[in-house]
């Protein structure tokens, strides 16, 4: 719409603008936009007088040919119009930013007040209640002159205030998300413009769109990353079902919430992302730890079996765990893992309530651990990984001399499985550094 339009033709909706111009024999046929409809009329010289008589004349306000639906339709084909329209330059020249810069620096140093015109609305109006009109008439012309002078140096001030805040949203968004729409980019560019050297009307009309193509971006961002954020506590939820610890992420959340709070867009995005990753590598050692327990129960299960226990869960029990792990199911893995040791366990325990089979039973894990202890030892003088070895053996030591005997025999049972192929290895290393030598064809007293 041209910035010259007339005030009289530009208050009028499109149906009352084609009423106007059929009344004085206007052709609007291919106006398509308000702003053609205003510009063929203000053209043709339309007076506001005319319009006056020709709303009258066709009764505008009582016709049923007045149809809302077409000025509706008219707003958002002019709503359209301003989207689609991409101004060429997308940043500002270095020296016409500086001069923005500088000009809405200072303009923001100089925030109009209204408290002493309000002052003086009030003393008119107490004036008009003692019927002292003559000084009512002086102290309101005064008050309504500083009114328009401070409503100029307003809209200055407002205009550099949206300005600077969009400019610093989109900054943060662009901080947060790595890049941003260029139309934010583009918009802000013809705001700037428009403070500098814009007709009023232009400069409202610039920054209405500015504030809100602003507010919808970062209106977006945050409903995408709260959502994001609600998401991430229910997985961290679901991680804690199993057993995972998630203090590290929890805190990360924590802080991010506080970013959030003091709106600061870019912290609170990258502690979310830094959050996310630290519950996905709590969840990866939690799965690992639960994939290990496999084999402990086992050593439970065999463990209970040899010293003739008759037990309720076995080999099929651990499948379904198995099956469940494999299904990322994790919590009703560790629920059914958790629930066979605890029955070989029990079983375990009441099976060794004889002294007599305890004792020996004690002794066949005492010299079992001693004998692990010492091969895991030599094997780690030879600088073999054996350091997970050590640490159960250490764990079984301590759960004999706690007299935890069922779960010094798991333990040990579990090392023992687990490095089975450790005295080939070691065979291997002593022939190597000549500690033994290699003898073919030779066969152990068993074979013959």
């Not at 309000?118 to 002159?145: C, F, G, P, T």
């Not at 301590?398 to 579990?414: E, F, T």
Request: some cysteine; hydrophobic content about 40%; proline content about 2%.
């Amino acid at each position: 719409m041209p910035d010259d339009a007339p005030r009289h033709l530009e208050s009028l909706t499109v149906n009352k603008l084609k009423i106007v111009a059929a009344r004085h024999g206007i052709d609007v046929g291919t106006c398509k936009y308000k702003k053609d409809f205003v510009g063929r009329l203000s053209a043709a010289g339309i007076t506001e007088s005319q319009v006056e008589d020709a709303l009258t004349s066709a009764e505008v306000t009582n016709s049923p040919a007045v149809d809302k639906t077409e000025d509706i339709a008219a707003a958002r084909r002019d709503i359209e119009l301003i989207a689609e329209k991409v101004p060429s330059v997308r940043v500002l020249p270095a020296e016409e930013e500086e001069e923005v810069e500088r000009n809405i620096d200072r303009a923001l140093l100089v925030r109009p007040s209204f408290f002493e015109i309000d002052s003086q609305a009030e003393a008119a109006w107490n004036h008009m209640i003692m019927a002292d009109y003559h000084d009512a008439l002086k102290v309101n012309n005064d008050a309504r002159s500083k009114m328009l002078d401070r409503f100029s140096s307003f809209q200055i001030f407002s205009c550099a205030l949206s300005i600077r805040a969009a400019e610093s949203i989109i900054v943060s968004l662009e901080q947060a998300q790595g890049k941003v729409d260029p139309s934010l980019k583009t918009i802000l560019v013809e705001a700037k413009r428009a403070f500098i050297d814009g007709s009023p009307k232009h400069r409202e009309q610039t920054l209405e769109e500015l504030e809100a193509t602003t507010s919808k971006a970062y209106e977006s961002f945050f409903e995408g990353s709260t959502q994001a954020e609600a998401q991430l506590r229910a997985m961290l939820a679901d991680y804690e079902s199993f057993g995972t610890q998630t203090q590290e992420p929890r805190r990360l959340l924590e802080i991010a919430e506080q970013a959030k709070q003091s709106f600061n867009v870019a912290e609170y995005a990258k502690l979310l992302e830094e959050a996310h990753r630290a519950g996905a590598t709590a969840k990866e050692v939690r799965t690992a730890e639960i994939e290990k327990s496999f084999g402990i129960v086992r050593s439970a299960v065999h463990e209970a079996r040899d010293v003739g226990a008759i037990l309720s869960v076995g080999d099929d029990d651990l499948a379904h765990a198995r099956a469940a792990f494999d299904q990322q199911a994790f919590k009703r893995a560790t629920d059914l893992l958790a629930s066979i040791e605890r029955t070989a366990d029990q079983a375990h325990l009441e099976k060794i309530m004889d002294n007599d089979v305890r004792c020996r039973h004690v002794n066949r894990v005492t010299e079992t651990i001693a004998g692990l202890e010492k091969t895991l030892q030599e094997a780690a003088s030879y600088g073999m990984d054996v350091e997970e070895g050590l640490l159960f053996v250490t764990r079984a030591k301590g759960a004999l001399s706690n007299r935890d005997i069922v779960n010094a025999a798991k333990l040990a049972r579990h090392v023992k499985d687990q490095t089975h192929t450790l005295e080939t290895d070691l065979d291997k290393e002593r022939i190597n550094r000549g500690i033994a030598k290699k003898v073919d064809e030779a066969k152990c007293g068993k074979c013959g």
